[in-house]
């Protein structure tokens, strides 16, 4: 028995991911490119010393090395986006895919009690491909 793909409809919990997901300032570009290989995220949250987060991405990387950064003397904090884009683990998929258009961003983080997780933009295609599927049945 396979279980049935979420739609757009169910809430992000159904999709977000949080294994691996968080780092800290102090970790090197060459650190945050291996976690990501490893947890194959695309997006590292980062917790900062006041117990704020950031996000780091590989895009974020990619153009940190482009720009002459050295992958281990450069770390999360040089290369991390403070301004944030989150979402309540109940907000439905649609509200992520729209809010990643309307800021032109690739992930949003999301909230739930006291965990974050990760959606990029890859997670949100079996939800949109499952919503066009079942409306066309």
Known sequence: MTSQTPTVRDPLSAIARDQGCLVKTSATLRQLAAMMQENTCSALVVTKHDGSHAVVTERDIVRALANGSDPDDDW??????????????????????????????????????????????????????????????
């Open 76 to 137: 999360a904090v040089d290369v991390m986006s403070t301004d944030l884009r989150t979402l309540s683990s109940d907000a439905p998929i649609l509200d992520a895919a729209q809010l990643m258009l309307d800021s032109v961003i690739r992930h949003v983080v999301i909230e739930e009690e006291d965990r974050l997780s990760v959606v990029s933009v890859r997670d949100l295609l079996a939800p949109f491909i499952a919503s066009v599927t079942d409306s066309s049945s």
